[in-house]
């Protein structure tokens, strides 16, 4: 069954430094999706891209955050000059329709920002 | 501001029994409400979606019901098996509002 893929399974940085979370999202799949999850708490919308713009973002996805497609398979997500706070587990998910369509969610990418 | 909640943090239930798990929001109007399975260190898995519009929605061992007048969505996990154990998450969506997620409940079921 295809699923979806996260690199890397956990990424460790120093504060202020730029990461980059890297998804391959199911591959007939139009719509892509980051969430956050900081430890023990819920689930966060961050951001939605269709047709190679973002469509919706939330209050959390600010100047600090950029998302990008650079090819027909990855969908990324750049955190310019990590904080502290920023360390979460970093979710991706793609849906083949919108958001009331099935989302399949990937296994995460820890971020541990020292 | 949107506020989301889950019946309990955590519930624990006898194999074979009925689980329900409450979802109550205030300050949102959605256009639907989904229900996901988390495992610890893994993604939501979706489970079921209720649109405004749907009073009940069946899945198999699963049931939810939608009530918008108490703004509250019902889960129940029927003939539980302890592999049903997995924090259990409430979504919302709703049109000019942002996808929101409740902060979940964690379900043991015990053989």
């Known amino acids: 069954e295809p699923e979806v893929t996260q690199t890397p399974s956990h990424q460790v940085t120093q504060m202020g430094q730029e990461v980059i979370l890297r998804c391959v999202p199911i591959?007939?799949?139009?719509?892509f999706y980051w969430y956050r999850q900081i430890l023990g708490q819920k689930v966060e919308f961050l951001v939605s891209?269709?047709?190679?713009?973002?469509?919706?973002k939330s209050e959390i996805f600010d100047d600090q955050f950029s998302v990008e497609r650079p090819d027909g398979s990855n969908f990324t997500l750049k955190i310019r000059s990590t904080k502290l706070e920023d360390s979460a587990m970093y979710f991706c998910?793609?849906?083949?329709?919108?958001?009331?369509?099935?989302?399949?969610f990937g296994p995460g990418t820890r971020l541990t920002v020292l | 501001s949107q506020k989301i909640e889950q019946n309990s943090e955590a519930l624990n239930i006898q194999e074979g029994k009925t689980a329900t798990l409450t979802c109550n929001y205030t300050?949102?109007?959605?256009?639907?409400l989904q229900w996901y399975r988390q495992d610890p260190g893994r993604g939501p898995v979706f489970l079921l979606l209720?649109?405004?519009?749907?009073k009940e929605k069946r899945k198999e061992r699963l049931k939810v019901t939608f009530d918008t007048t108490l703004k509250q969505s019902l889960f129940h996990i029927t003939a539980s098996q302890p592999a049903d154990s997995a924090t259990y998450l409430c979504?919302?969506?709703?049109?000019?509002?942002?996808?929101?997620f409740g902060p979940g409940t964690r379900l043991s079921v015990l053989p």
């Open positions: 998910a793609s849906s083949a329709g919108g958001k009331t369509d099935t989302q399949y």
């Open positions: 591959s007939n799949h139009l719509y």
């Open positions: 891209f269709y047709n190679n713009e973002i469509s919706e």
């Open positions: 300050n949102y109007s959605p256009a639907y």
């Open positions: 209720i649109r405004e519009n749907e």
């Open positions: 979504a919302l969506d709703g049109y000019g509002q942002n996808f929101v």
